[in-house]
């Protein structure tokens, strides 16, 4: 008899911002930080779909494997993530997430543009073309 498997398809997209706000990812640290939580989402079995976001803040999509939660899965992320920056990218220099993130379920039919939507921020936010996630709901959820 073959050993059954969980099968388990989970897109989420996560956005998590600098502590206060803060423009913390500048230029000469984004390419390395965004490899970085690559990195700790594929050490911890999540499939990375998609990342960007600006100086204040990040968008990730993952899909998530059945054997992480949503809060382990930042736990992990945001915690490697801020040390690597403090450590190894600008060592001595003060860098922070803020705690809270937010999670959003994505359907298997809207992730490609939310793909596209999360590697196209900086368009975005120079357009103010921005997807409001909390004013829609799961059906009428998609990006602009």
């Avoid at 990195?39 to 960007?52: E, F, M, P, R, S």
């Avoid at 494997?65 to 490697?80: D, I």
């Avoid at 999360?118 to 602009?144: G, V």
Wanted: include cysteine; proline fraction near 4%; aromatic fraction near 8%.
């Amino acid at each position: 008899m073959k050993p059954r498997r969980n099968k388990l398809c989970v897109y989420v997209h996560f956005v998590w911002a600098t502590r206060d706000r803060l423009p913390l990812i500048q230029a000469e640290i984004e390419r390395d930080l965004y490899r970085c939580i690559v990195t700790i989402c594929q050490d911890n079995k999540c499939v990375v779909l998609a990342v960007g976001g600006m100086e204040d803040h990040i968008h990730l999509l993952v899909a998530l494997p059945s054997t992480l939660s949503l809060a382990e899965c930042m736990r992990h992320v945001k915690g490697g993530s801020s040390r690597f920056v403090t450590e190894m990218l600008k060592p001595g220099s003060w860098f922070a997430w803020q705690e809270n993130y937010g999670a959003f379920s994505v359907s298997a039919h809207h992730k490609d543009k939310v793909i596209a939507y999360i590697l196209d921020q900086k368009r975005h936010h120079a357009e103010a073309t921005l997807w409001n996630m909390a004013e829609e709901t799961d059906e009428e959820a998609q990006p602009p």
